[in-house]
């Protein structure tokens, strides 16, 4: 990674804009500089290092795009039919190599090459046939149509696709149709993730009066692996300043970043800020949304490392603990930064504009993210319909949802009928 640098960290920010937040984020980190290649079987999910450079034209010759008669434009009669002689047939593989001349046409198949002088294809299904004699009825095709052009797709030297981009299933067949067998690719971000609280049992353990179990570790580790990324379980830490700081340690030295639920994230006691300071910068925010209001973020160092410029500074994400706000909180902001440190291309979430079926209660002055269902209403548009309580622990309504329904800083109260933004989960996820 670069050097840590200037910090645009505030120690501590009381009631901060989402927006401001997120921008602080963005303006921290830089991308993993760590590089390897590997084959389109494996790339699926991963964020292309360098841009893919075309070495040919796609497609590589002039070509037919369907079934039918190639033929000369300058043979097309304007208010008479066309009559050709067909000549041979051409096969997507195997070139027609004789000639065709002035009145003759070539039967041609879809993605066979189309021989010189010949520049306009027919559809089979518009012409009829006799021994060899093909008519073209006047008006059933312009010059020049159902053709390919050599280069169309993808011209050499071209850039086929772009450094930070996420591979998806399309950009693999595309690489592939460049007879490119590999690709260098940034190696997978690596993600270490724990949960923290006295109270906390993993599933299959006996649980005492007063303990809960632990959900967020579970999803935290899930959102990781979604978005192509090595997880580290790192478990849970005791409210304990010992087993906090080994935790912490191990993080920072296997690690690119940690995203820790509860506790932490406020800086509850003097120990964690004290621990947190003597290893990084972290910043201690109290943001203005709903829900997850308490929220950190910043550098830390393996200790031995913190008077080092060029130590590898590992990125804290500390949540809150409630199951909901820890969620919410991660897909507003560690997402984002993550695919940034993953070196993937920034793009903005769609935000879409939908039809609220009811009226929502909001105050001016924070970012709420209320927990919807997209459905289609009588009249055929779409609208969004909040999926009953929307407490910070409540997450069986995170699985109810498909979108989360965002209401700006600046925003009031919502009337049933008008429009409010979503961010879809199939954009998230």
Not at 8 to 25: G, S, Y
Not at 339 to 355: D, F, I, S, T, Y
Request: with cysteine; charged share 20%.
């Amino acid at each position: 990674m670069s050097e840590l640098g200037p910090s645009p960290l505030t120690a501590h920010e009381d009631n901060l804009a989402v927006d401001a937040a997120r921008a602080a984020i963005a303006a921290a980190l830089q991308p993993i500089d760590a590089v390897e290649p590997v084959g389109l079987g494996e790339a699926l999910g991963r964020v292309l290092a360098e841009d893919v450079i075309s070495p040919i034209d796609v497609p590589a010759h002039d070509n037919s795009a369907m079934d039918g008669y190639a033929f000369a434009a300058a043979d097309l009669a304007v208010d008479a039919p066309t009559l050709l002689q067909t000549v041979g047939t051409a096969f997507a593989g195997t070139p027609w190599n004789g000639p065709v001349g002035p009145g003759q046409c070539l039967r041609i198949m879809t993605g066979a090459v189309l021989p010189a002088g010949l520049d306009t294809v027919v559809p089979q299904e518009l012409v009829s046939v006799v021994d060899g004699r093909v008519t073209i009825p006047p008006g059933v095709i312009r010059a020049f149509e159902n053709r390919r052009l050599r280069g169309e797709d993808l011209a050499r030297g071209r850039p086929a696709l772009t450094a930070g981009r996420v591979l998806r299933p399309a950009d693999l067949g595309l690489i592939a149709s460049l007879g490119i067998p590999a690709v260098p690719v940034r190696r997978r971000l690596r993600v270490a993730v724990f949960s923290t609280g006295d109270e906390l049992r993993s599933a299959g353990e006996p649980l005492e009066p007063g303990c809960i179990y632990d959900s967020n570790r579970f999803t935290l580790l899930a959102a990781v692996r979604r978005l192509g990324m090595e997880a580290i379980d790192l478990g849970l830490v005791r409210d304990d300043p010992a087993a906090l700081e080994a935790t912490l340690e191990r993080a920072a030295r296997e690690a690119d970043a940690v995203l820790t639920s509860g506790g932490v994230s406020v800086g509850d006691a003097d120990h964690t800020r004290d621990l947190l300071a003597r290893m990084g910068e972290v910043a201690f925010w109290k943001v203005a949304m709903r829900p997850g209001r308490p929220f950190a973020f910043g550098p830390i160092r393996a200790s031995g490392a913190a008077d080092r410029r060029d130590a590898r500074p590992v990125w804290l994400f500390a949540l809150p603990g409630n199951p909901v706000a820890s969620l919410v909180t991660f897909y507003v902001f560690a997402r984002e930064g993550l695919l940034r440190l993953a070196g993937a291309q920034a793009e903005p979430l769609p935000a879409l504009p939908v039809r609220s079926a009811a009226a929502i209660r909001k105050r001016p002055g924070r970012s709420e993210f209320q927990r919807g269902r997209l459905r289609r209403a009588a009249d055929g548009a779409w609208e969004v319909a909040i999926t009953g309580a929307q407490g910070a622990g409540i997450l069986r309504s995170m699985c109810e949802a498909d979108c989360l329904v965002l209401l700006r800083h600046d925003q009031g109260s919502v009337a049933a009928g008008e429009p409010v933004e979503v961010w879809p989960f199939d954009a998230l996820v």
